[in-house]
Each structure stands twice: as C-alpha cells, then as structure tokens.
C-alpha cells in the first residue's frame, strides 16, 4: 500500500453532509470539516479558521468558498485563499467514491 493509499480515509455516506452545509470529523487525531458546496462535489479544510479559530462546519457554504461563522471572513475552498489575503485555510483533498466520503490528508494544500 503506498503512503497517499494510507492518508485516504473514508468517512461515511455523502447523505450526512446535507447539500449546503458542512459537517466536523475527527480524521487520524485531526478536526477536519467536510462541504457539500452549492456548486456540487465536497470539499474538506481543517475544522478551525486560521484568523480566530471559528468552527468552519458552522459557516454558510457558497458555490465555492466558506464563510467564518465568527468574523465572516470568506475562504475559496479549492485553494484555501481568503478575502482579505492574510491568512489561509488549509485544504484536503476530498471526494466521493462508491457514496462514501474519501479525504486525503497527505496532500493538504496550505
């Protein structure tokens, strides 16, 4: 099995991230939060912002970005850039397989 093989963990079905909303896991000791954008697909970043520590899965999920539940700080979810470009959200690669939710933590872009 090759390391990227062994950083890809299943999370379970896609019907526990409604459509627009985003959802907290625990992945290998680590707070990830999986989306389900308005544009299709899911993507997953880590739980916390990286301005003030807001819990991301309780932000308001756009076509392609999140917003901060505690300071409404917008990030791109495919990059993890944010408006006003001091700080970045890490991002994992996410997708479905077989109905289930996959997320690599392997090759997280920060």
Not at 14 to 20: C, E, K, R, T
Not at 65 to 84: D, K, N, Q, T, Y
Request: glycine fraction near 16%.
């Amino acid at each position: 099995m090759t390391a990227a093989a062994r950083a890809a963990h299943r999370l379970g079905p896609l019907d526990q991230v409604p459509p627009g909303e985003g959802r907290e896991f625990e992945v290998a000791g680590r707070r990830i939060a999986v989306f389900r954008p308005r544009g299709g697909g899911v993507a997953a970043t880590d739980a916390a912002c990286p301005h003030r520590g807001g819990p991301l899965a309780d932000g308001i999920v756009g076509m392609s970005s999140i917003v901060c539940p505690l300071h409404g700080r917008r990030f791109a979810l495919a990059g993890g850039e944010a408006g006003g470009g001091d700080c970045r959200l890490v991002v994992h690669p996410a997708w479905v397989e077989d109905g289930q939710i996959v997320v690599d933590l392997a090759d997280a872009v920060s």
